[in-house]
């Protein structure tokens, strides 16, 4: 009798893929969860998990989960900050929030292509991890551009309509990138490293008791 019923990933994939692919789903909601309780924890400005749910999403789910779970995590949390009233959090000007969307999208897409090259390259755990924050950084570098282009289209933000003034709100929002970067590469690297251990630990007990 089959213990797993999860399609099992090509003999190419990397060894950190096919090991971790079956529970993936599974783990990216575990971490979905934790990316929401952590939403309303006491955190520096910036420092929290959603590029880091966006890019596990992206590297280790498939098809439409690959968006679907970080977006709508980030859409629950953005409805309970609303309706709770809370500074900071909740529904603001649409077409910045909208940019916001679409820069998890892109860390998501950043995760897939890094999920790509691994399969391709048949790469090792040791590989993948070594090679991970790179793709990390780039993920967020990408949400970065696409997310600071919303906020200089928001009004409230008060920056001109002009060259200068876009050139002055991505210089602004260097400090506050370096926040989210931190905590994009260190939940990152850790949802990853532990989404890998997770899975072995399984994969011997499912063998122990076969």
């Not at 993920?139 to 600071?148: D, H, M, P, V």
């Amino acid at each position: 009798m089959p213990t797993n019923l999860n399609p099992q990933p090509s003999a190419g994939s990397s060894e950190l893929l096919r090991c971790v692919r079956p529970n993936a789903l599974r783990l990216a909601l575990v971490f979905a969860v934790l990316s929401l309780l952590l939403r309303f924890a006491p955190l520096p400005e910036n420092f929290a998990t959603f590029g880091a749910l966006s890019m596990f999403c992206g590297l280790c789910l498939q098809g439409a989960n690959r968006w679907l779970v970080p977006l709508a995590v980030l859409f629950a949390a953005d409805c309970i900050g609303h309706f709770l009233n809370i500074p900071g959090m909740g529904f603001y000007f649409m077409p910045a929030m909208i940019f916001n969307y679409i820069g998890f999208a892109a860390f998501s897409l950043t995760g897939a292509a890094v999920s790509h090259i691994w399969q391709r390259r048949s790469f090792s755990v040791r590989a993948s991890l070594s090679t991970l924050p790179a793709g990390i950084v780039a993920g967020s570098a990408l949400f970065f551009a696409i997310s600071n282009f919303g906020a200089w289209l928001d009004p409230q933000m008060q920056y001109a309509a002009t060259w200068d003034g876009l050139q002055q709100c991505y210089w602004m929002g260097l400090p506050f990138w370096r926040s989210s970067l931190a905590s994009d590469v260190l939940f990152g690297m850790g949802f990853v490293g532990s989404a890998y251990a997770i899975s072995v630990w399984v994969s011997n007990r499912v063998r122990l008791w076969a």
